[in-house]
């Protein structure tokens, strides 16, 4: 079992930028792809980002590509969400998740918490 714990969030200012981290515990790091969701009030759960086992492939959804970076350090067990350019619209509670496979998806089977963000003047 999985265990995921997320930092980093809180208030950010239209165009500012925030860093998203996650801390993972139990289990092979390296077994895992890993990812980034937000969901906000009213709307579904969206992948925003996933990132394979070692890194070397990374997906996005469109409404961040170009904004949002993710990244992980197998060394730290830790997965992050570099988010720049941050739009009203960005406003979410964020959920790191760890999936079950290696290769980057957006299936995911194990769940932090949450954080929010917010993003308002």
């Known amino acids: 079992q999985v265990q995921l714990v997320e930092s980093g969030g809180g208030l950010a200012l239209p165009g500012g930028s925030l860093r998203l981290s996650c801390a993972a515990s139990?289990?092979?790091?390296?077994?895992?792809?890993m990812g980034w969701f937000r969901q906000a009030p009213g709307k579904e759960r969206e992948c925003v980002a996933a990132?394979?086992?070692?890194?070397?492939?990374?997906i996005y959804a469109d409404s961040v590509r170009g904004r949002f970076t993710i990244s992980r350090d197998n060394a730290k067990n830790m997965v992050y969400l570099q988010m720049n350019s941050l739009k009203p619209e960005d406003t979410a509670v964020y959920y790191c998740?760890?999936?079950?496979?290696?290769?980057?998806?957006?299936?995911?089977?194990?769940w932090g918490q949450g954080i929010q963000v917010t993003v308002s003047s």
């Open positions: 998740a760890a999936s079950k496979v290696m290769m980057v998806t957006c299936k995911h089977d194990y």
């Open positions: 139990g289990g092979t790091f390296t077994s895992h792809a």
């Open positions: 990132i394979s086992w070692s890194g070397g492939n990374t």
